[in-house]
Nanobody, 122 residues
């Protein structure tokens, strides 16, 4: 199982960015997926999740209405479109494979990407 996150970068407040996660080594279309983020010196926290078929999405309150999670099962990829970015969105963003239970619990994910840095300047 391999997850490769990409697309991070530096953006001004109010701007947009899309991060991607390429999955390999397993049947991607059989698993729900999640995005987490970890700011410097803080815990890793839930951002968004999407069911295996893309039909249902879940978001942390802090990003609801600004971020959109999506997936392309034909490309084995999951995406996080981030709009109206704020300096507090600055973090390393991780994609992960969900195994069951509560989406916001890091313990319910069994594979993680290496993370991609998103920095939002004020």
């Amino acid at each position: 199982v391999q997850l490769q996150a990409s697309g991070g970068g530096l953006v001004q407040a109010g701007g947009s960015l899309r991060v991607s996660c390429a999955a390999s080594g397993y049947r991607f279309s059989h698993y729900d997926m999640g995005w987490f983020r970890q700011a410097l010196g803080k815990e890793r926290v839930f951002v968004a999740a999407i069911t295996y078929d893309g039909d249902t999405r879940y978001y942390a309150d802090s990003v609801k209405g600004r971020f959109t999670i999506s997936r392309d099962n034909a490309k084995n990829a999951v995406y996080l479109q981030m709009n109206s970015l704020k300096p507090e969105d600055t973090a390393v963003y991780y994609c992960a494979r969900f195994t069951g239970g509560r989406y916001y619990d890091t313990g319910n994910y069994d594979a993680w990407g290496q993370g991609t840095q998103v920095t939002v300047s004020s």
